[in-house]
C-alpha cells in the first residue's frame, strides 16, 4: 500500500511569499518550479519534503498542482498522492 500524504497549505503559502519577496520578477510558472526544486533539495537532504506537494509532469517540467491552483486564485483541491 502507498503512503498518502496531506500537501500543508502553510508551507505551501510560506515558500511563495518567501519566493515573492526574493524574487519579485518571478511569474507564478517559475514560482511553482522553484517550489518543485525546494521540495527536491529538502528531499535529497533531510529524507522528506518540505510541503507533500502532489506534482504533475508536464511538457515544460513538474508543477506543484495545489499551488497552482492558489496562484491562480481557483479553488486548491489539495489532491493528495
Known amino acids: ?3 498518502r500524504f496531506q500537501p500543508k497549505l502553510d508551507k505551501i503559502v510560506e515558500i511563495l511569499l518567501y519566493l515573492a519577496h526574493k524574487r519579485p520578477r518571478a511569474d507564478k510558472y517559475q514560482a ?3 517550489l518543485y ?3 527536491k533539495e529538502h528531499f535529497n537532504r533531510f529524507g522528506r519534503p ?3 506537494e502532489l506534482y504533475y509532469a ?3 517540467g ?3 498542482s495545489n499551488a497552482l491552483d ?3 486564485g481557483t ?3 489539495f489532491r493528495a498522492a
Open 37 to 39: 526544486l525546494a521540495d
Open 32 to 34: 511553482v518550479k522553484f
Open 70 to 72: 492558489l496562484l491562480n
Open 50 to 52: 518540505i510541503t507533500f
Open 75 to 77: 479553488d486548491a483541491k
Open 62 to 64: 513538474p508543477v506543484a
Open 58 to 60: 508536464l511538457y515544460y
Open 1 to 3: 500500500m502507498p503512503l
